[in-house]
Nanobody
Framework: QVQLVESGGGVVQAGGSLRLSCAASGSFSSISAMAWYRQAPGKQRELVASIISSSNTNYADSVRGRFTISRENAKNSVYLQMTNLKPEDTAVYYC?????????????WGQGTQVIVSS
């Protein structure tokens, strides 16, 4: 069974920074893409950033230039460095991984970590 465990959320003032971490554990062959999504109250879940490799990343327009996604394959981990946070970044942030198993590829989600940005 695969688990994605996030950490690093919290409360921060506007303009501040936070770093989210997500580690995958369990039995699997490899991890393809990893990503961070977020969901604000009353809104749909949206893609924040995704990464296949350090040279292959994608960002939502709303966070480009402020957030940086990275991964550490040896630790099956993905990170999201968030700077210059704004109140509109307040949401539950979810880690997502496209994981390759012997039987095929499956999508996995973490349980979410709350980020609150106060004005």
């Amino acid at each position: 069974q695969v688990q994605l465990v996030e950490s690093g959320g919290g409360v921060v003032q506007a303009g501040g920074s936070l770093r989210l971490s997500c580690a995958a554990s369990g039995s699997f062959s490899s991890i393809s893409a990893m990503a961070w999504y977020r969901q604000a109250p009353g809104k749909q879940r949206e893609l924040v950033a995704s990464i296949i490799s350090s040279s292959n990343t994608n960002y939502a327009d709303s966070v480009r230039g402020r957030f940086t996604i990275s991964r550490e394959n040896a630790k099956n981990s993905v990170y999201l460095q968030m700077t210059n946070l704004k109140p509109e970044d307040t949401a539950v942030y979810y880690c997502h991984a496209d994981i390759v198993h012997v039987a095929g590829r499956l999508q996995h989600w973490g349980q979410g970590t709350q980020v609150i940005v106060s004005s």
